[in-house]
T-cell receptor, first 113, second 115 residues
Framework: AQSVTQLGSHVSVSEGALVLLRCNYS??????LFWYVQYPNQGLQLLLK??????LVKGINGFEAEFKKSETSFHLTKPSAHMSDAAEYFC???????????FGKGITLSVRP | KAGVTQTPRYLIKTRGQQVTLSCSPI?????VSWYQQTPGQGLQFLFE???????NKGNFPGRFSGRQFSNSRSEMNVSTLELGDSALYLC??????????????FGEGSRLTVL
């Protein structure tokens, strides 16, 4: 079985501040992990993915995430928030390339001027 | 390459009716997955098709069904619509080739409103 936990439903930061969105996963086998972003009235766009290569993964728009097996975590960070980062962010896990992709509940990020 | 295309983008139905949603995957992608997104439940997996066969299925009632054609295009159908079926239905495709890392490429969704 596989699952994802994203604590909280909303995070608010000031423009220029650090963004930290938490994700913990459960998987019976080494997982594939993903972060997706969704802007209003749009589909999901891949930010970054972990597929058992480097544990620190860099994605688009300045985001990165670190895979920590001991903590079963895959937190998303960005050093300096921009107004355009306001969106909903989803963490997802797949236990093997052929299993379904399971999403967390999502976190809405607001950026204050 | 064109992205995942979903039609229609918006539709309104009444309770008891049925609806069919269509999804054209990225060219060369052989797997198509469907998700239901609602404010309360988030993203819920409906089913996945690969080479015209349903490979994975979520926990939805039998009113929800799908199929995949030989050209990888997919449709999903919901019969006897209920108010709770109002949602954004997202389709996603993945190549399923030797380089596959499991990421999904999403369409913009079909927003269904049931009155």
């Amino acid at each position: 079985a596989q699952s994802v936990t994203q604590l909280g439903s909303h995070v608010s930061v000031s423009e220029g501040a650090l963004v930290l969105l938490r994700c913990n996963y459960s998987s019976s086998v080494p997982p594939y992990l993903f972060w997706y972003v969704q802007y209003p009235n749009q589909g999901l766009q891949l930010l970054l993915k972990y597929t058992s290569a480097a544990t620190l993964v860099k994605g688009i728009n300045g985001f990165e995430a670190e895979f920590k097996k001991s903590e079963t975590s895959f937190h998303l960070t960005k050093p300096s928030a921009h107004m355009s980062d306001a969106a909903e962010y989803f963490c997802a896990v797949r236990s093997g390339a052929n299993s379904k992709l399971t999403f967390g509940k999502g976190i809405t990020l607001s950026v204050r001027p | 390459k064109a992205g995942v295309t979903q039609t229609p983008r918006y539709l309104i139905k009444t309770r008891g009716q049925q609806v069919t949603l269509s999804c054209s995957p990225i060219s060369g992608h052989r797997s198509v997955s469907w998700y239901q997104q609602t404010p309360g439940q988030g993203l819920q997996f409906l089913f996945e098709y690969f080479s015209e066969t349903q490979r994975n299925k979520g926990n939805f009632p039998g009113r929800f069904s799908g199929r995949q054609f030989s050209n990888s295009r997919s449709e999903m159908n919901v019969s006897t619509l209920e108010l709770g079926d109002s949602a954004l239905y997202l389709c996603a495709s993945t190549p399923m080739d030797v380089s596959n890392t499991g990421e999904l490429f999403f369409g913009e969704g079909s927003r269904l409103t049931v009155l």
